[in-house]
């Protein structure tokens, strides 16, 4: 009877803060690009653990931080599946509180990686109050769940070991693939810059902004930050673009003007799919 009286009856209605180190992490992972694979196979595989627009919530523990995970996309389905397929299960195991937004570039004007991105980070903040945005390119499957998905005392560089690099960095400065900014951190180098259309550099200037705001950059290990690039060629209306480089050697005098202060888009469509929130574009791109 004494026993009795220690405790509850009942489970208490007043969760936890989830723990800094979630436990049910494996480690290393395998992945392999199954072009038999669909996305209602992993609809059938998720969709129980999912709500409506991709998110997901601990049910035994109140998450620390809010998480968007933001895509730039154009006309890669093939990639969203794998990359739904290997993500929603990491994410859920790391126990976060996190949304999946997929941001298409509508038409067939000139890709712009970084200006998608800031429409996604306005869009997902007009859904949920989320305190970090995790900015993921489409292709790239981390193969260590130890690499969490959640924001730091800096701005995080994530994909530091990729397989097209060899598992190493391919430069000390580099920024690319994925990586997370607190709410805070993102406003302080007022957003990503828009003008960067074509491929290359965004990212180097996304870096040079961190540091001209006086952050560092944070990253995992070489082990566990480990990537896998699903391979593909290169996409229509996304040429390496030889002005980015002069661009780059602006940044400090550009920064305040060209980002979220300055950013301009529509609106087309918002869609909610089970395994993310898709919402289509219009960033009046060069054609
Ligand atoms: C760099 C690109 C990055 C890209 C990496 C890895 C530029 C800037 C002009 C020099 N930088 O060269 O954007 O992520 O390669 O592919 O193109």
């Not at 895509?71 to 999946?100: C, G, K, M, S």
């Not at 290990?221 to 480990?226: A, E, F, I, R, Y």
Request: charged residues 25%; positive net charge.
């Amino acid at each position: 009877s004494h026993e009795e009286t220690r405790r509850p009856p009942t489970k208490s209605k007043t969760l936890g803060r989830c723990p800094d180190t979630p436990p049910t992490l494996v480690g290393p992972l395998h992945v392999e690009f199954d072009s038999q694979r669909t996305l209602d196979d992993v609809r059938e595989m998720i969709s129980s653990s999912l709500r409506e627009g991709g998110r997901y919530k601990p049910p035994d523990c109140v998450a620390q931080q809010k998480v968007a995970i933001i895509i730039a996309f154009r006309n890669r389905h093939e990639h969203l599946t794998h990359w739904l397929y290997y993500l929603h299960p990491i994410l859920i195991r790391q126990q976060l509180d996190y949304t999946v937004y997929v941001i298409n570039q509508d038409g067939e004007g000139v890709f712009n990686r970084a200006k998608l991105m800031n429409a996604g980070y306005v869009e997902a903040m007009k859904q949920y109050d989320h305190d970090c945005f995790v900015f993921s390119d489409i292709d790239l499957v981390p193969l260590d769940d130890r690499n969490l998905y959640r924001c730091f005392d800096n701005p995080r560089h994530l994909a530091v070991a990729m397989d097209k690099f060899n598992f190493h960095l391919p430069y000390k400065t580099y920024f690319g693939g994925v990586s997370s900014l607190s709410k805070g951190q993102y406003l302080k180098i007022n957003g990503f810059p828009n003008t960067f259309w074509g491929w290359g550099g965004e990212d180097d200037d996304i870096y040079n902004r961190i540091i001209f705001r006086g952050m560092s950059i944070s990253r995992p290990d070489s082990v566990t930050g480990k990537y896998r690039m699903i391979k593909h060629k290169r996409d229509l209306h996304n040429e390496e673009n030889p002005k980015n480089a002069g661009k780059l050697r602006q940044t400090k005098q550009t920064m305040n003007k060209d980002g979220l202060s300055s950013l301009k888009y529509t609106v087309k469509e918002i869609k909610k799919d089970i395994l993310y929130t898709f919402i289509n574009v219009d960033i009046e791109a060069p054609l």
